[in-house]
């Protein structure tokens, strides 16, 4: 079973920067899309980036696109998320996922069972 960690959240003024990262307890690290997902109080999970597993494709959602950086290192078994210019929308509670994609309507989507804790990212006004 996959088990995933998720760490680096925390309390940031708006502007400021956090460094998210989520250890995978698999063998086939090297070989999966990873993503990253948050969900706010009262909302539905969402897909916030993925990166491929050949070729380090990334995907981020509109809302995160720019401000936000999707990385790896398949010989940490380690899925990295740089977050800069942090807003109070970016609230929630970021999640990793070892499977996504990106479907035909320019979403990201989990294709993994086995969500982890979670790392909280609360943003101040």
């Known amino acids: 079973q996959v088990q995933v960690v998720e760490s680096g959240g925390g309390l940031v003024q708006a502007g400021g920067s956090l460094r998210l990262s989520c250890t995978a307890s698999?063998?086939?690290?090297?070989?999966?899309?990873m993503g990253w997902f948050r969900q706010a109080p009262g909302k539905e999970r969402e897909g916030v980036s993925c990166?491929?597993?050949?070729?380090?494709?990334?995907y981020y959602a509109d809302s995160v696109k720019g401000r936000f950086t999707i990385s790896r290192d398949n010989a940490k078994n380690t899925l990295y998320l740089q977050m800069n210019s942090l807003q109070p929308e970016d609230t929630a509670m970021y999640y990793c996922?070892?499977?996504?994609?990106?479907?035909?309507?320019?979403?990201?989507?989990?294709?993994?069972?086995?969500w982890g804790q979670g790392t909280q990212v609360t943003v101040s006004s």
């Open positions: 996922a070892a499977g996504c994609y990106y479907n035909a309507d320019r979403q990201i989507r989990a294709n993994f069972n086995g």
């Open positions: 698999i063998l086939t690290f090297d070989k999966r899309n």
């Open positions: 990166i491929t597993w050949n070729r380090g494709t990334t």
